[in-house]
């Protein structure tokens, strides 16, 4: 069984629940701390699957991280060999870019629980269920457009490009399904600032975050069950 190939960018924020959904299905894979200074393999093929995750720094900083012009170089070449990719957040932001799409300031950020609507017809129904909404984590200041030939399986009041869904097994989100509670709670240690900058409804304070966490990641993990499922079954058949 070829491994699952994650891309990590930043120490907190790693693969989390999405390495012990990967466990509990006895799923081999590797991590790459670009961030540290790993390199990205030349060979996609030597994987079955690419798993790509967040951080804050933007799609567009090329000049401050050496690594986002390769990474978006090995997505594009895994989407050519049809070797599955799933991002996260920025993850999802970089294969936007790898798939041609703009990557821009969104119009208002979003930290916290924020509800998505999911698209009606039979794609979105494959990677979310029949609900017709989801509540999922959300830390971003940035977006992206629509792929050319993407599907969008999801939006929200204030951002309307969530998840978009690439040659049927190709998927990203805007939003964070790997996280775990002891993660965001580092997160709110760092970037507190950042949340109390904002005041807007897109926006939760600290302590509405923290007060959620144990509530609100019971479900959180469920959906990521789903979306998890299904793309393995693009991985592996």
Known sequence: MKPIAIIQHVSLDGPEYFLDYLNRQAIPSCI?????????????????GIATFGGPMSVNDEAEHGWILPEIDFLRRAVAADVPVIGHCLGGQLLARALGAHVRKAEIPEIGWIDLQS??????AEWFGERSSLRVFQWHSDSFDLPQGASLLASSAYCRNQAYLYDGRHLGMQFHCEVKVEMIRQWLQVGYQEINAHDLP?????????????????QSHNQAD??????????YG
């Open 226 to 235: 789903a979306i998890y499922r299904r793309w393995l079954q693009g991985v």
């Open 32 to 48: 790459f701390k670009v961030y540290a200074g790993d390199a990205l393999p030349e060979d996609v093929t030597a994987y079955a």
């Open 119 to 124: 698209e009606s017809g039979v794609a979105a």
């Open 202 to 218: 897109s926006v939760m304070s600290v302590a509405q975050i923290a007060a959620s966490l144990e509530e609100g990641m019971p």
